[in-house]
């Protein structure tokens, strides 16, 4: 059991860099997360796909793309990387319904310098 | 704004004791409160939930207590492990919406 599944675990980038933040989950869950944690500021929402062919902004969208790629997958975009994006990116999915919990991957640690 | 007020920050306890999380919220539309547990290195997972008709709700160890009329909802933890050191979050669902309002997280430290 999968889960969801982030890559890369890790990665270092220069300021002006550009890079994709790949999740895959294997749960046939609709909808979809990309969330940005840092310390004191909990989990912050950048973008969400409620389903196949749907992106919707969260609350700090600023800076990133995302595609959905099909059921499966969720990318997230970093066009051009600032210091300010150093964060541990964390993906989830959910079946419809909201009080279905939202399934976690272990998350993406980014570091821009 | 931070719509959902999880307190304390952090909290230190000794195995067996009972450590209390708290969370306030102001939306009334809320109608879903669940809590989040996260190990380092890893992603939050779902611990426990609670709807707004129930007042009081157990798994295990883990308890919800919910008070509709304040807005306020709590997590104890019974009987601590060293195991159950992890960073607990609160979070809010309004109305039909798949998104959440999270707090800010509690970092819990049980000592041996």
């Known amino acids: 059991n999968a889960g969801v599944t982030q890559t890369p675990k890790f990665q270092v980038l220069k300021t002006g860099q550009s890079m994709t933040l790949q999740c895959a989950q294997d749960m046939n869950h609709n909808s979809m997360y990309w969330y940005r944690q840092d310390p004191g500021m909990g989990l912050r929402l950048i973008y969400y796909s409620a389903s196949e062919g749907t992106t919707d902004k969260g609350e700090v969208p600023n800076g990133y793309n995302v595609s959905r790629l099909n059921k499966r997958e969720f990318s997230l975009r970093l066009e051009s990387a600032a210091p300010s994006q150093t964060s541990v990116y964390f993906c989830?999915?959910?079946?419809?319904?909201?009080?279905?919990?939202?399934?976690f991957g272990d998350g993406t640690r980014l570091s821009i310098l | 704004q931070q719509q959902v007020k999880q307190s304390p920050q952090s909290l230190i306890v000794q195995k067996g004791g009972i450590p209390i999380i708290n969370c306030a919220y102001e939306?009334?539309?809320?109608?879903?409160f669940p809590w989040y547990q996260q190990f380092p290195g890893k992603g939050p997972a779902l611990l426990i939930a609670?709807?707004?008709d129930v007042s009081e709700k157990k798994e295990g160890r883990f308890t919800i207590s919910f008070n509709k009329s304040a807005k306020q909802f709590s997590l104890h933890i019974m009987d601590s492990q060293p195991g159950d050191s992890a960073t607990y979050f609160c979070a809010a669902r309004p109305g039909n919406n798949r998104k959440l309002i999270w707090g800010l997280g509690t970092s819990l430290a049980v000592n041996p």
């Open positions: 939306n009334t539309a809320f109608d879903y």
């Open positions: 989830a999915s959910s079946t419809p319904g909201g009080r279905q919990p939202q399934h």
């Open positions: 609670i709807r707004p």
